[in-house]
């Protein structure tokens, strides 16, 4: 199955910005994927979601317009670029993927349900 690493965590101030990057070992076309983070004490939450062809996208509502998650073009790999970081923002942020045959209709929102889960990538916002 397809393994994901995540890169681009990084500390920044308040109004930073930072793109996080998920490389996956096989071709993502036909794999539902998202975002999640767990901050310090909390349990994980869902960040965003875009659906197999990568032309549809969901977000939480906390990070609505500030963020933006999109597949690479080649299919082996997904982004999320984060604007306005609030320290509310400060996390471990995962990538997840679940395969078509799995999640069929329900790529949307955080109605699926992850079958792969990358290392994870820290992100700290200081005010």
């Known amino acids: 199955q397809v393994q994901l690493e995540e890169s681009g965590g990084d500390s920044v101030q308040t109004g930073g910005s930072l793109t996080l990057a998920c490389k996956a070992s096989?071709?993502?076309?036909?794999?539902?994927m998202g975002w999640f983070r767990r901050a310090p004490g909390k349990e994980r939450e869902w960040v965003a979601t875009?659906?197999?062809?990568?032309?549809?996208?969901w977000y939480a509502g906390s990070v609505r317009g500030r963020f933006t998650v999109s597949k690479d073009v080649d299919k082996f790999g997904q982004r999320l670029q984060m604007t306005n970081l609030r320290p509310e923002d400060t996390a471990m942020y995962y990538c997840?993927?679940?395969?078509?045959?799995?999640?069929?209709?329900?790529?949307?929102?955080?109605?699926?349900?992850?079958?792969?889960w990358g290392q994870g990538t820290q992100v700290t916002v200081s005010s």
């Open positions: 096989l071709f993502i076309g036909e794999y539902c």
């Open positions: 997840a993927a679940a395969p078509m045959f799995r999640t069929g209709p329900q790529c949307h929102h955080d109605q699926w349900d992850p079958k792969v």
């Open positions: 875009i659906d197999y062809d990568g032309r549809a996208t």
